[in-house]
């Protein structure tokens, strides 16, 4: 079954029509978070994009056609492990790869690529819609996401340089929402947890048809809940009126078996009588079979009442002592 994560992925890797510098901003997305450079090649770096994704190389091969018309090599590896998808390495050569690297302006760090400036001073992060190609090729290459319909939201993307991961969270932050960056073995994490600032990031990726299945989700989670919140309140309750019902009961025959039921006023007697003949209802139904009728809070009075009478009794005949009860 395909992850929503998968999904995700297979929804952005589907447009490659966008103006010039979207696709340069989106190649860079990729190069920074999911490239290494090929250090075989003595005169500079080939560009080496290795993915799990399909739709992430078939994405990055596109671009690379469409952007710079640079032909890459694929090669397909053989599955890592059983639960993983075969290993889809995307290439080029060390020249086109010059090219590209000038284009997006990003310079080689060891063995990644970076951003040349940060984000605030970035070219090819200065329009909105070309950060919002970043962020698609940055998780094409390196992102992922919780299934909504588990427990919480998380969104992140696993940068290899400190550098990519403070520009995402830069772009981030440009759309209104605070990443955090947590350093995981030697990676970066950007990452969001909330389920709102996840939705909006969707949206910023141009992921429509992720943001509306997770939108759906949300909204059956959000009704599951308030319908086990209620059913909760309601449970709280009948065991609430149960244990009083089953209170009073005792103190009426309490009353009862120590001779005392006749020398009580009659309003109370009847009240008592009802309470014994109708183990179920709740106050306001005893009140309502009341001549004449009482209200809840009435009922509840002259249960009060009987109750301090039973307790009264039980503390004459040395049953209970002050406060045990
Ligand atoms: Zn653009």
Do not use: W
Request: with cysteine.
């Amino acid at each position: 079954m395909i992850s929503f994560s998968g999904k995700v992925k297979k929804e952005l890797s589907g447009n490659a029509d966008g103006a010039r510098h979207c696709l340069i901003a989106e190649t860079a997305g990729i190069l920074c978070f999911g490239a290494k450079a090929d250090g075989r090649d003595s005169e500079g770096p080939g560009a080496v994009f290795q993915t799990e994704s399909s739709p992430a190389a078939r994405k990055c091969f596109t671009l690379f056609k469409k952007t710079f018309n640079i032909v890459a090599v694929i090669r397909t590896g053989q599955r890592v492990n059983r639960s993983a998808g075969k290993l889809i390495t995307v290439m080029t050569e060390q020249a086109d790869t010059g090219k590209m690297l000038a284009a997006c302006r990003l310079e080689r760090k060891g063995s990644c690529f970076v951003p040349a400036a940060r984000a605030d001073d970035s070219m090819i992060l200065r329009r909105e819609c070309c950060r919002r190609a970043f962020l698609r090729g940055a998780f094409l290459a390196a992102g992922s996401m919780s299934d909504p319909n588990g427990k919480g939201y998380q969104f992140e993307l696993v940068s290899p340089t400190e550098e990519a991961a403070e520009d995402a969270r830069a772009v981030i932050a440009s759309f209104g929402i605070n990443a955090r960056i947590n350093v995981r073995k030697k990676s970066f994490v950007v990452y969001v947890k909330d389920g709102t600032d996840v939705v909006t990031l969707l949206g910023a990726m141009g992921a429509s048809g992720a943001l509306m299945d997770m939108e759906n989700i949300r909204i059956v989670k959000e009704m599951r809940n308030n319908v086990n919140r209620g059913l909760n309140c309601d449970m709280a309750n009948i065991n609430k009126t149960v244990a009083a019902a089953a209170r009073h009961t005792d103190d009426i025959n309490y009353i009862m078996q120590h001779g005392e039921f006749e020398s009580l006023p009659a309003q109370l007697k009847e009240t008592a009588r009802l309470r014994l003949l109708n183990p179920e209802a709740t106050l306001s139904d005893l009140g309502e079979m009341l001549e004449p009728p009482v209200g809840k809070s009435g009922v509840n009075h002259r249960l009060d009442k009987i109750s301090r009478i039973a307790e009264d009794l039980r503390k004459k005949s040395g049953e209970i002592t002050e406060g045990s009860r």
